[in-house]
């Protein structure tokens, strides 16, 4: 019987010497991503990708994780404050004033899950019964959010808040590589 395919050439090790005994390798520490060249706090993104996708969302700063944080503002488009990742981004030359936004306390620990404390219940009972609802927002951590956003929503015109609700996206003859954002 033949073969189906090229073969592959592969070198048995015999004895005890299979691997590089002693130094082991150094873990490298994961750097984070360099800022693409035109996002400054302020400025307007695109997402492309996710439940937000075509939305306009306005950059606030880059997280220690390589993230970037980034909001609607909720009140204008509905798009709370996220962490994005920059390779789903288009940055356009469109900015907004962010005058005195603090965001200094909004860090990756900021949008980690909290755990239940309870026994996870295995029954099937559990499974299909009606009282386990998502876990929701913390209205502390809605209140928050809504008193950070405040401050951008009142310096934008109604030119950019129409801006910004609007969603993205190609129709016929637009080709994305002929466009300026």
């Known amino acids: 019987m033949g073969q189906a395919g090229q073969q592959r050439c592969v070198q048995k090790k015999f004895g005890k010497n299979n691997g590089v005994k002693g130094a082991k390798a150094e873990k490298k520490t994961a750097k984070t991503a360099a800022l693409k060249k035109n996002a ?8 492309l990708a996710g439940r937000f996708r075509g939305r306009r969302v306005v950059f606030l700063k880059q997280l220690d994780s390589g993230l970037l944080l980034v909001t609607g503002p909720y009140a204008i488009n509905g798009v709370p404050l996220r962490r994005v990742n ?12 962010l005058k005195g936004a603090d ?6 620990a900021y949008f ?14 559990a499974f299909f019964s009606e009282g386990s609802a998502k876990s929701q ?22 030119d950019m808040k129409s801006y910004l609700k609007t969603r993205f996206s190609l129709s016929a003859n637009m080709y994305p590589h002929e466009l300026k954002f």
């Not at 980690?112 to 009972?125: C, H, M, N, Q, V």
């Not at 913390?138 to 951008?152: F, G, L, N, T, V």
């Open 86 to 97: 920059q390779r789903y981004c288009i940055v356009t030359s469109t900015r907004v004033d």
């Open 103 to 108: 965001y200094s306390s909004i860090d990756d």
């Open 40 to 47: 400054v706090p302020g400025s307007v993104l695109i997402l």
């Open 137 to 158: 927002m913390s209205q502390e951590k809605k209140d928050k959010q809504k008193k950070m956003e405040d401050c951008i929503a009142k310096g934008l015109g109604a």
């Open 112 to 125: 980690a899950r909290t755990e239940d404390k309870k026994k996870k219940d295995k029954s099937e009972g």
